[in-house]
Every structure is written in C-alpha cells, then in structure tokens.
C-alpha cells in the first residue's frame, strides 16, 4: 500500500474525517465563490452534524458544470491555480477543471494509491499509453509514478507498433490505458506475431471506458496479465477516484477524499448498500472544483464498506455496469451494450470488436449489433441473436463482418452508432 | 531570476564549480558504465586539473548515442531511472536519455530559469503548445512552469482554433512552442478575424527549430509579443539548456550545468571566443546520461563571458545559425536554410512559409527555392532570384506559388526537401 494508515482506517474514525473535510469544502466554497454557494443552498459548515446531511443538498450534473465553462464554479482566483483539465467536448461545452498546487499533490497520491492497490513499486516499468495534455489520463498516470518512483515509458497513445516494441526495449511490467486500447494492442501483436509471453508485462491497468468482465478475461489470457480497473473522470479530478486491489471484489473508492451515493436516476432517492444506481460523488479534498453530490451518470452499486481481504476499509463498489445516458431503450426495453458485450465475448471465435447501431426509422425503433469474425458461419450468427433475446426478450439483427471491416479508433472506441 | 545567487556567480567560482562538477561527472561514469569510460580513456577524476584539460577528451556523437540505443551508455540500473526522453527517430535510430529523480529536477530548475528570464512568474498563463510524450518540449515547459507555479494550459501540439479560443479564455499570457508554430497561428487568426491584440498574450518562447532575426520580427510584430530564443535538445536532457534574457543579446547558457566549447567542425579543433563552429556540450549534473563533448551538430560562436545587461554573468551564445548536418552545398556554395530565410523574410508581400529544394539530376546540383504571395508578381520573384545571387554567388531558380500551396505541418517545419 501507498499509505497503509489512511487506506486501512477504522469506518468510525474514516467517517468522522469525511464529515471534518466536508464541512472545510463547504466553507471554501462559501468563502472562495459565492454564486456556487447560494446554488448549494448557502450552508454554514456548523449545520452539517453527520454525514447523513449531505442528503438534503441538490445534486449538481454535468450541465451545470458545463453552463458554467470555463470558471464559473472554481473556487479561487485563476493564479491560485496551476494547470486544468478537460473533458473532451465531443458532445457540448467541455468542463474544465482547475487544480491548485494541492488538488496536483491529492491527485498524485491517490494515483500513487491506485498504482500500489495493482502491486506496482519502484522497481515497475509503467508504459503510459492514454493521452498527455487537456485528457486527464496521461498526467494522472505521470503524477501517480512520480510518487512511487517507478520508470515510465511516457509514449502516449496510438503508434501500436511502437508500444510493442517498447514493452520489450523497456522491459515494461505495467501497462495504463483506455479500456479498449488492448484489444488493439492484441490485434496488432498477432498480425506481427508478436508474442506477449516474451515480455515482462504482468499488470494492466485500463479505465475511462466500460469494459465487461467477459473483455477482461480475454485480455488477461491474451495478454497473460492481471488487470486492474481504475475509475475516475475530469470532473472528480481525474483518473484515481478508485481501482480494485488484488483481492478483485469491487473497486475501493478512496474515502478520505471522495463520498459516493447510489441514487435512483429517476427520483434521486439515495439508495440502500446493494441497489443499483447512478453514482453521486462528492469531493473532500478538492480546492479548484469541489463537488457537492456530482451525478456521475454512472450506474454501480456498493458492494461493501466491510474490510476488503487486501486490508482497505475503503468502501467497494461494483463495476460500472454502463452510464445512465448510454442505455438504449428499444420497444421498451432498456439495456447496456455491456450486457451486449458479454454475449458476444462468450464466444472465442467473435473478435472482440463489436458495434450495436440504434435508430428509428419511421417512428419504428431499429437495432442491429454489428460482429465481426474470421470465419462466416451463419450457425454462429443467429446464436448470437437467440442468446440476445433470451436475455433481453428482444429480436435483435445480428450482422456478421470480416476481420477490420468495423472500423477501430485510437481514442475510445465507439460502440455504439445513433441515427434518426 | 529564478535562482539570483546562482544566475548571477562571478566567473571565478562559477569556474570552480565547473571543474569540481566534472570531476564528479567523470567520477560517475567511472562507476556506473565502465564501457562509457573506456570509451573517454579511462580518466581518473583527479587526472583533471583544469577545464582546460576538457579539450583532451575525445567527442562523444550522436551516432554513438544512436548505436548505444538504448542503454548502452546510460550510467545507472534501469530501476535507478524514473523515465525518459527520445529523440524522434526520423533520420535513424532515436537517441534515448533516461532521467534519475535528480535529472527531473534539475531539468526543472533550468527550464524555471528560462521562464523567468522570459519575465514569467506565478501571475503569469503559460500555454505549453510542444508535444507531450516522448518530445522532451512539452515536459520541458510543465516542470519549469511547476517551479514558478504559473498557470499552465496543458493543451500540446495542434487544433490550432482551440489554441486561439484558449488564449482569450484562459487569459494566457505566455505561449510556447516549436519555432514555425507561431506561422500557424498567424496564418489561422487571420482567415478567422482574430486579433492578437484582444488577448493577453505578451511572450511567446520558441525553439527546437532554427528561425532568422527576420522571422523573430515577423512573429512578434504579427502577434504583438516579445519572444524568447530557447534551446536545447533530448541528448542534453532536453529543452532549457538556455535562452535569451530580456536584453536579447545572446543566448545564456546555464554554465553551473553545462559547459559549452565551440570547434571547427572539420577538425574538432576548439575555437577562440567570436569565432563561428559547432557547438559541443559537457553536462556537469546530469545523471542518467551525462555527456562528455557532445557534437550538437549546431552552429554558433560565444559572443561574451561577461555579465549581461540583465545581471547575469553565464555564457552567451549567438542565436543557433544552423546545423552542421543542414548546411547545404550547391555547385560548391556552401550555405544555410536560414540565409535563404533572412532574405525572403524581408519581403512582407511573401509569405512565411518557403521550401528548399535541392538534388541531383544527371550528376549536377539542381535547388530551387519555393516560396508564397497572395501576388503572383513576376518582379517579385525576380527580385529574390536577385537577392539570392548577390548574397551567394549563386544562381537559384525561385517559384512563386499562390497562399497555401506549401505544405503546412503540425509538427518541425520541412524547410528542405532533398531528392537524388
């Protein structure tokens, strides 16, 4: 562990931490701007007597961070920040997030914290395959290895061929990126005959997509990894709001700094331990941007705040199973393309590209899961559309297509297509 | 100044650190590569009596760096290194420098020297424009700019609408960037209406590439800003190696970490100070890859040892003329990309862009020099053809192309394009 005190505490004392922090990040944000303290209801930091309080608090959603580009909710002046991170903005207004010199030191230590939880140390070599710049991940993963020390290939992402080469010059044992960055990588590596096993490579740890479990079993065996999953977003901070550890029975969100909620996406009623949800955080630690009950729109639920077999006390919360805004509702049924995805990953012989394609066409909904495979076997084609629809109740297309013809991205991978 | 004290030694003790400096240097290789020492002959550091003695040892190439790729003469154990920079690799095998905890922090120390001299403090918005990754110039800026703890907009190299969006909504301030950037900048604001002098931009810090006094005046009379020369390359452990001051009476370079001889590149021999040659640099702290005589293949001479209008009393180069391995020889005329430059530069009605281009047909030297005008002015083109010929002596076919026509990079600028 990075720091065994703080990711072993007892829940009493944890609590009581959080409930001392969160007041400090209301009386910033009462004293560091004032429009985002009369959005938040205008609290005194004395009237929150227990945690239970947060409760009553409005939630706060992308949109308003959004409406509020670039500044608009940071809580202190632009030179009392050091740098910014954005989300991208391929769908609106990006949100910005500024950091103070000590929201840089907070983010270090919990991806020090994330590095450690998948068993890296000093002695790792830790290829840094997400984007450096305005995408959080890159930086997130640099501050995290400054800290524990260990040797970075700082290369960035796309040039596969250069990676692989790469895991073997620099004997690399740690890989970070985007979730479906090893599929190409993998891809790649059998087109070369490029044979992981002849490498160091024992860790991977992949985020900011969803990825199911079916996906990281077949990355494991083809990479011949263990692999950590590692959430975070521009708006929390970034990459490093939680990873799972060793034990692999839910993903620790680091409670000294974060609170997270299960809410009902409908009502916004807090959920109890166990229920699926979207995911509320709020921030402790945070002085640029703090969040006061930040809907995520991703769906989990808390799986445990009992001590995890790694020895953490810090809460554990399931794999995000999908994000409320990219379920797909057809003839009134709703799904995740997750639940698409591990259909299809049941079956070895389907290459682990895949696209669902939704629509309407004269009001009707459509829906078409795109697959690719080596061999065009009409057999396999309509088992995938009969396990489809006893999972879900629903006919659904299924299209077959040759190796590469679903197109492949190197940033994330575009699962799912819309058109109208 | 970001260390005064240090920035400001007189030459006598500036000297004496430089020989204990080395000794040390000499000290490390000996200790940690034993191939890299009997490479330099074997020196015991007490063999040193002087910096006189320096001329002594033989020069270390880029080639030897390359054929060493990519540990062969680093000095330390892989897990002694916590990352690394790389040189790009297009003309060979890229030249790879590993950096200790230290090197990062020296690194940090001479890049938060360069900001300063630039004028930069805290206050100040630092847009870092450079690559981040394996390019050392975007990491170069991010940790000078984390010692002076400006704020950064970590934004990286291209979407050059989003550069110019940024500069007014981040209020930036600084800009950094590879030297022909700033043409792209130019070029874009002016098809889109955007005037430079709505913004708070006021320095702009410029390297990795070769640019003319006349392109300097281009630049900071179109984007209204004082530039800063910076230099610096992967094998000296990147960018930072010095920069001009606000006097811009040379390049300083930071004496207490590096010390620099001018040769004649034919015979290696060193030059008296004010005479043209190569530049060959010592380092005197680096750890991970330090360099005894480095060819850098650039040309320049030493204009003063003493104290500068600004204070300091550390080294001044001329800015860099060229490279050794860029001059280009035609129907036995020797001259530099750069020359061409001064002269198309001083024509407002050409535009910034140009290429060279030079090869062989049927055994004889053929060039010809491209450049762009909104005017397709015949007198014009005869007019550079002219210019050309006095400067050299030499007959060079120009052509005038219409705006645009020229290729534009996001990346170094080609300059030159040779075929055979």
């Given at each position: 562990?990075?720091?065994?005190?703080?990711?072993?505490?007892?829940?009493?004392?944890?609590?009581?931490?959080?409930?001392?922090?969160?007041?400090?990040?209301?009386?910033?944000?009462?004293?560091?701007?004032?429009?985002?303290?009369?959005?938040?209801?205008?609290?005194?930091?004395?009237?929150?007597?227990?945690?239970?309080?947060?409760?009553?608090?409005?939630?706060?959603?992308?949109?308003?961070?959004?409406?509020?580009?670039?500044?608009?909710?940071?809580?202190?002046?632009?030179?009392?920040?050091?740098?910014?991170?954005?989300?991208?903005?391929?769908t609106g207004t990006p949100v910005v997030n500024p950091y103070t010199p000590?929201?840089?030191?907070?983010?270090?230590?919990?991806?020090?914290?994330?590095?450690?939880?998948?068993?890296?140390?000093?002695?790792?070599?830790?290829?840094?395959?997400?984007?450096?710049?305005?995408?959080?991940?890159?930086?997130?993963?640099?501050?995290?290895?400054?800290?524990?020390?260990?040797?970075?290939?700082?290369?960035?992402?796309?040039?596969?061929?250069?990676?692989?080469?790469?895991?073997?010059?620099?004997?690399?044992?740690?890989?970070?990126?985007?979730?479906?960055?090893?599929?190409?990588?993998?891809?790649?590596?059998?087109?070369?005959?490029?044979?992981?096993?002849?490498?160091?490579?024992?860790?991977?740890?992949?985020?900011?997509?969803?990825?199911?479990?079916?996906?990281?079993?077949?990355?494991?065996?083809?990479?011949?990894?263990?692999?950590?999953?590692?959430?975070?977003?521009?708006?929390?901070?970034?990459?490093?709001?939680?990873?799972?550890?060793?034990?692999?029975?839910?993903?620790?969100?680091?409670?000294?700094?974060?609170?997270?909620?299960?809410?009902?996406?409908?009502?916004?009623?807090?959920?109890?331990?166990?229920?699926?949800?979207?995911?509320?955080?709020?921030?402790?630690?945070?002085?640029?941007?703090?969040?006061?009950?930040?809907?995520?729109?991703?769906?989990t639920k808390v799986l445990s705040r009992e001590r995890c077999d790694c020895?953490?006390?810090?809460?554990?919360?399931?794999?995000?199973?999908?994000?409320?805004?990219?379920?797909?509702?057809?003839?009134?049924?709703?799904?995740?393309?997750?639940?698409?995805?591990?259909?299809?990953?049941?079956?070895?012989?389907?290459?682990?590209?895949?696209?669902?394609?939704?629509?309407?066409?004269?009001?009707?909904?459509?829906?078409?899961?795109?697959?690719?495979?080596?061999?065009?076997?009409?057999?396999?084609?309509?088992?995938?559309?009969?396990?489809?629809?006893?999972?879900?109740?629903?006919?659904?297309?299924?299209?077959?297509?040759?190796?590469?013809?679903?197109?492949?991205?190197?940033?994330?991978?575009?699962?799912?297509?819309?058109?109208?």
């Amino acid at each position: 562990m990075f720091q065994r005190r703080l990711e072993t505490l007892d829940r009493e004392l944890l609590e009581r931490i959080q409930l001392d922090r969160l007041r400090k990040s209301i009386q910033r944000i009462k004293e560091k701007n004032k429009k985002y303290w009369e959005k938040i209801g205008k609290p005194e930091p004395g009237d929150i007597k227990s945690l239970d309080d947060l409760k009553n608090f409005p939630f706060l959603t992308k949109d308003d961070l959004r409406k509020n580009y670039p500044f608009g909710l940071a809580c202190g002046e632009q030179c009392e920040f050091v740098r910014f991170h954005m989300s991208s903005g391929t769908t609106g207004t990006p949100v910005v997030n500024p950091y103070t010199p000590n929201d840089v030191e907070q983010w270090g230590e919990i991806m020090a914290r994330c590095l450690a939880s998948a068993g890296l140390t000093y002695k790792d070599v830790l290829q840094i395959t997400p984007s450096f710049g305005l995408f959080n991940g890159g930086f997130g993963f640099h501050y995290g290895a400054e800290k524990i020390g260990c040797f970075v290939v700082p290369i960035g992402p796309g040039r596969t061929l250069l990676q692989l080469k790469f895991l073997k010059d620099f004997k690399t044992t740690a890989i970070a990126g985007i979730a479906s960055y090893p599929l190409r990588l993998i891809e790649i590596a059998k087109e070369e005959g490029f044979d992981f096993k002849e490498t160091n490579l024992r860790v991977g740890i992949f985020g900011a997509e969803t990825w199911s479990e079916e996906m990281r079993r077949f990355i494991e065996r083809e990479m011949g990894i263990e692999t950590f999953d590692i959430i975070g977003m521009t708006e929390t901070g970034g990459v490093g709001l939680g990873i799972d550890c060793k034990a692999h029975n839910g993903i620790h969100v680091w409670e000294d700094h974060y609170i997270v909620e299960i809410v009902d996406p409908e009502t916004g009623r807090v959920l109890p331990d166990g229920e699926e949800g979207e995911l509320v955080v709020t921030t402790l630690t945070r002085e640029g941007l703090p969040l006061i009950r930040y809907r995520t729109r991703d769906i989990t639920k808390v799986l445990s705040r009992e001590r995890c077999d790694c020895g953490r006390t810090h809460v554990r919360l399931e794999r995000i199973k999908g994000r409320t805004d990219d379920m797909l509702k057809v003839k009134g049924v709703c799904f995740y393309p997750r639940q698409i995805e591990e259909i299809i990953m049941k079956h070895p012989e389907i290459l682990p590209n895949y696209q669902i394609i939704v629509g309407k066409i004269e009001g009707k909904d459509v829906v078409e899961v795109v697959i690719e495979s080596d061999k065009q076997d009409e057999f396999l084609r309509e088992r995938i559309e009969e396990e489809i629809y006893s999972l879900l109740g629903l006919h659904i297309k299924v299209t077959l297509k040759k190796r590469g013809e679903i197109p492949r991205s190197e940033g994330k991978a575009v699962r799912v297509k819309k058109f109208s």
